[in-house]
Every structure is written in structure tokens, then in C-alpha cells.
């Protein structure tokens, strides 16, 4: 089947303004990942789910940041109130479940751009 | 704390000479380590885990226990092999990824 997929490829936007970022992930797969990657620092982990919950919501960068899962599929990520350092591509990557031995197949990500 | 240490950030070689990108994990239990890669303009995908033991596309990475190191070498390093390289730990469920190795392969 298809991999794992996001949506919009590209997005900018203006400071201050509210954003959605949306993952679907590989059918049958219940672990799902966020990440952010910027240049010169690598992957930061963001959250994770584990069907539609998300036990440990620690590495969320702040209270602007917020992410939910429906049905045990679809991801969204949203980040209210947008700044500038928020711009970075945001990937997706789910795994069949949280074993840390399992590989995680990753999105394409979506390139935020916040002006 | 765990963490993945990739101390370079960037390694330029030229086609044919030998290549090693280092990696260094810090986990008080069993590790279970990866390594990525991300060529340009593609998704972030699985290169080769520790305990599968395989050789991918003529790289190679041995856990060093001792050494808390899982460093990744081909012996002759080919102009594809340029990419972001990744060495990642699995724990918990919380996956721990390094700051990456961009690796240039001159012709």
C-alpha cells in the first residue's frame, strides 16, 4: 500500500496565524510519530500515539503546540499563534507499534514557513 | 539521560576512499540502534539496525558495547552514497535521533 503521506507539502504563513499540519500514516500501523527538523539540529522528537493516545506530551516545544489523532489514522499537528523560530519541516513517521526494535517509515514532511 | 552523539556534521571524501560516520549512544539499558538516510529530495528512510547484522549497499555498523558506539563504514565510498546520515536509538517509546552526518562523496 501507500506510504506514509502529508499534507500540505508547503505551507507559509504570517506570524501569529494558526496552522494545521496533517499526517497519514502506513493502514495498520498504531504507532505514530511528529518530529521537527531544522537546519544545523537534526530530528527533535515532538510527540508520539500509540492508537489515538498520546501518553507523553513532553517534547512538544510549547502550549502553542498541540496534536491529535482520530480512529487510530489521521494525525493532525496544530500550532496556534505561529513564530517565526516555528519554521522548519515537520515530519510524520508512523511503525506497525511502539517495540523499539520496529523501523518508522517517515513522511515527506511539510515545510513551514512563517514570515 | 539518553542520547545519540554524531560528533561531525559534515565528511567529505572522494569516490573510492573509505568512509565511517561515527555515532555515539549514551543508555544505561539494551540499545537498540539504527541508522537512517536521507538523499536529496527523498523521504528520511531506514539504511541498516544493529540487530539485523546485515550489510546495506555495502555499509555496515557494529554495536560496540564497550565502546558505546555504532558507527557506520562502507570501504569505498561512492558518489550515491551522498546524504544525511542519522544514527537513532530506540527506547522505550520515545526514539532518540543524532543531529545527523551530512556525508559528500567527491567524484
Known amino acids: 500500500g501507500a506510504g506514509v503521506s502529508q499534507s500540505p507539502s508547503n505551507k507559509v504563513t504570517e506570524k501569529g496565524k494558526d496552522v494545521e499540519l496533517r499526517c497519514d500514516p502506513i493502514?495498520?500501523?498504531?504507532?505514530l510519530y511528529w518530529y521537527r527538523q531544522s537546519l544545523g539540529q537534526g530530528l527533535e522528537f515532538l510527540i508520539y500515539?500509540?492508537?489515538?493516545?498520546?501518553?507523553?506530551k513532553s517534547g512538544l516545544p510549547s502550549d502553542r503546540f498541540s496534536a491529535e489523532r482520530t480512529g487510530g489514522s489521521v494525525s493532525t499537528l496544530t500550532i496556534q499563534r505561529t513564530q517565526q523560530e516555528d519554521s522548519a519541516v515537520y515530519l510524520c513517521?508512523?511503525?506497525?507499534?511502539?517495540?523499539?526494535?520496529?523501523?518508522?517509515?517517515f513522511g515527506p514532511g511539510t515545510r513551514l514557513t512563517v514570515l | 539521560a539518553q542520547r545519540v552523539t554524531q560528533p561531525e556534521k559534515l565528511l567529505s571524501v572522494f569516490k573510492g576512499a573509505p568512509v565511517e560516520l561515527k555515532c555515539n549512544y549514551s543508555?544505561?539499558?539494551?540499545?537498540?540502534l539504527f541508522w537512517y538516510v536521507q538523499y536529496s529530495r527523498q523521504r528520511l528512510q531506514l539504511l541498516l539496525r544493529?540487530?539485523s547484522r546485515e550489510s546495506i549497499k555495502g555499509f555496515t555498523a557494529d554495536l560496540n558495547k564497550g565502546e558505546t558506539s555504532f558507527h557506520l563504514k562502507k570501504p569505498f565510498a561512492q558518489e550515491e552514497d551522498s546524504a544525511m546520515y542519522y544514527c537513532?536509538?530506540?527506547?522505550?517509546?520515545?526514539?532518540?535521533f543524532g543531529r545527523g552526518t551530512s556525508l559528500i562523496v567527491h567524484p
Open positions: 493502514s495498520g500501523h498504531t504507532a
Open positions: 544493529h540487530i
Open positions: 513517521a508512523s511503525s506497525l507499534n511502539l517495540a523499539a526494535n520496529n523501523e518508522q517509515f
Open positions: 543508555y544505561s539499558g539494551s540499545p537498540e
Open positions: 537513532a536509538l530506540g527506547r522505550s517509546y520515545i526514539p532518540t
Open positions: 500515539f500509540q492508537g489515538n493516545s498520546a501518553p507523553d
